[in-house]
């Protein structure tokens, strides 16, 4: 499978405890976004890499939040302290900027519930 | 302030009828749109896209038609299947992606 994916599918954590994400782009994909999915939203963009470099930052993304992509490959994101609000589908995705304008292919997504 | 509007939460058609599923936009710098598919669960599923230079896109029974002067883009299925069945967001960009809040379709046999 070439893919995006994306580990766990699913997380249920106690408020206030630190959890993280992992996402696997598609391989020759140097773009990589993290958004995340309210019920009865559309996505909303939280940050996004080209390689190893951040280069934006939603005001979503709050101090808790922390984003890396350490070699340019798979990514983590952190949340610490989680809060209710957090719970939502946090969402991958990677493209290829060679294109002009470039299709974003989404990984299935991660589940988070804070109780 | 929502850069990308899809007005209708939910459509319902008849199995080989159209589905046209329309969504407007306001930032004139949009310059590349593309409609997603997306199940319970799931990660959106990339349909087709459409360049802001061109005014149609045809892929099989999905085609999309943009009128930049109206800022509205359409996507249009026919004939509509069950396995259609899902929520609909367009997006656009450069860059990151704005999402429209989505279209439920129900194809009903």
């Known amino acids: 499978d070439t893919g995006v994916s994306q580990n766990p599918r699913h997380k249920i954590t106690k408020r206030g405890q630190n959890v993280t994400f992992r996402c696997d782009p598609i391989?020759?994909?140097?773009?990589l976004y993290w958004y995340r999915q309210t019920l009865g939203q559309g996505p909303e963009f939280l940050t996004y890499?080209?390689?190893?470099?951040?280069?934006?930052k939603s005001r979503l993304l709050s101090d808790r939040f922390s984003a890396e992509r350490p070699k340019g490959s798979f990514s983590t994101l952190e949340i610490q302290r989680t809060e209710q609000g957090d719970s939502a589908m946090y969402l991958c995705?990677?493209?290829?900027?060679?294109?002009?304008?470039?299709?974003?292919?989404f990984g299935p997504g991660t589940r988070l519930l804070v109780l | 302030d929502q850069q990308v509007k899809q007005n209708s939460p939910s459509l319902s058609v008849q199995e080989g009828r159209i589905s046209i599923l329309n969504c407007d936009y306001t930032?004139?710098?949009?310059?590349?749109f593309l409609w997603y598919k997306k199940y319970p669960a799931e990660g959106p599923t990339f349909l087709i896209s459409i360049s802001s230079i061109k005014d149609k896109n045809e892929d099989g029974r999905f085609t999309v038609f943009l009128n930049k002067s109206a800022k509205h883009l359409s996507l249009h299925i026919v004939p509509s299947q069950p396995g259609d069945s899902a929520v609909y967001f367009c997006a656009a960009n450069p860059s990151r992606l704005t999402f429209g809040e989505g279209t439920q379709l129900t194809v009903n046999p």
């Open positions: 995705a990677s493209s290829d900027d060679t294109y002009t304008q470039e299709t974003q292919y």
């Open positions: 890499f080209q390689n190893e470099a951040q280069l934006e």
């Open positions: 930032n004139s710098m949009f310059d590349y």
């Open positions: 391989s020759e994909h140097n773009r």
